[in-house]
């Protein structure tokens, strides 16, 4: 049976006490530390989305192939993303460490179209080599496994869609654009460069707010 005379509510000067007590303590022993993470965001109803409230829908979309230039240029990497408009805030591409395409890559950098930032190519073993070209663009602030992949190699989180859905002024020229109109806006630029490779109808998962 429940014991209700040892009822407590955390907000209780005890529980509240002890709880910063050990918040103090973990702090103390460098155990505790302020850091960013992601989270899923609602544009509509401005608010943080639990990962519960997040339902998976399979939509017809599209693949879009880029290429990349080597910094060196001597060449390039292909690159295949469904959300082109994130492409300004990649910090860097992984590719898996066993895949012999690209081993002798690995460590240098690539610029970043529209954007001229040097990324640098990493190797993870989270990539599929056999998925697409086996190169993966690497955007940590826009995409969960991203984000652990840029944990695991230093990569900076450039964060280029702001909370109202619209891009941030890390988009430069994109700044203040809406982010599917973005995405056209950065299609159509980079086949004007002659670095759209090409797009190919793809059916895949998309989270939607409940």
Request: proline share 5%; glycine share 10%.
């Amino acid at each position: 049976p429940v014991d209700w005379r040892r009822e407590r509510f955390t907000l209780d000067a005890g529980c509240s006490e002890a709880v910063i007590e050990a918040f103090n303590r973990l702090h103390e022993q460098g155990l505790i530390y302020r850091g960013e993470y992601l989270v899923n965001w609602c544009p509509a109803s401005g608010s943080a989305v639990s990962d519960l409230e997040v339902e998976m829908k399979e939509v017809d979309g599209h693949l879009w192939h880029f290429r990349y230039p080597l910094s060196s240029g001597q060449g390039f990497l292909e690159v295949a993303t469904t959300r082109p408009e994130t492409l300004l805030g990649d910090t860097g591409v992984a590719v898996n460490p066993k895949d012999p395409r690209y081993a002798e890559l690995v460590g240098q950098t690539l610029t970043l179209p529209l954007v001229g930032r040097e990324i640098p190519i990493v190797a993870d073993d989270h990539v599929d080599a056999e998925f697409g070209t086996g190169c993966v663009k690497v955007t940590p602030a826009h995409d969960p496994i991203d984000f652990e992949i840029g944990e695991r190699h230093g990569l900076e989180g450039v964060n280029v869609i702001g909370l109202d859905g619209n891009l941030t002024s890390a988009a430069g020229k994109y700044e203040g654009t809406e982010r599917t109109e973005a995405r056209q806006k950065v299609v159509d630029e980079l086949d004007r460069l002659g670095l759209l490779e090409k797009v190919e109808d793809h059916r895949h998962s998309v989270g939607h707010c409940q």
